[in-house]
Structure formats: C-alpha cells, structure tokens
C-alpha cells in the first residue's frame, strides 16, 4: 500500500502580488512532475495574476476555492 502524496503548501498570505505568484513559480520550481501544490493567498489581484500564471508556464490549473479572504488555488505540474 502507498502512502498518499501531500500536497505542496505555499502559504503567500498577507503579501501583495507580485509576491505570492512568485513564491508559487519558486515552488514549482522544486517541485516533481505529477505534484501537486496548494497556494494560499489574500490579494484580490492574485485571482487575476495566478491564473495568467499558471497558463503561461503549462501548469495544471485545477481549482480555487474561497474561504474568506483567503483563496486557495490547486495546481499541477504536468
């Protein structure tokens, strides 16, 4: 049996874009193929910057949800 794989937590809360997109392209950057990572940010601005983002580099946007203030994207690195 295998252990399931954590997600890669990249906590970009109270910082102001550029900040939690580039804390996120540094994290990609170390990550494996077939991750996947969690950024959390509470910039509006980082619901229009990480998706240009994401399409950009190739990655995998799979989901954003909200809880308040705080958005949380789920990415994937092809």
Known sequence: ???????????ARGHRCPTPTLRLRRAVERA???????L???DPMAKI??????????LEFLAV????PVATFLIGKP
Do not use: C, K, W
């Open 1 to 11: 049996m295998t252990t399931p794989v954590q997600d890669i937590i990249v906590d």
């Open 32 to 38: 494996f193929a077939g991750e996947r990572l969690q």
């Open 40 to 42: 959390l940010a509470d």
């Open 49 to 58: 910057d990480v998706p240009h983002y994401l399409a950009e580099a190739g």
């Open 65 to 68: 949800s909200q809880d308040g």
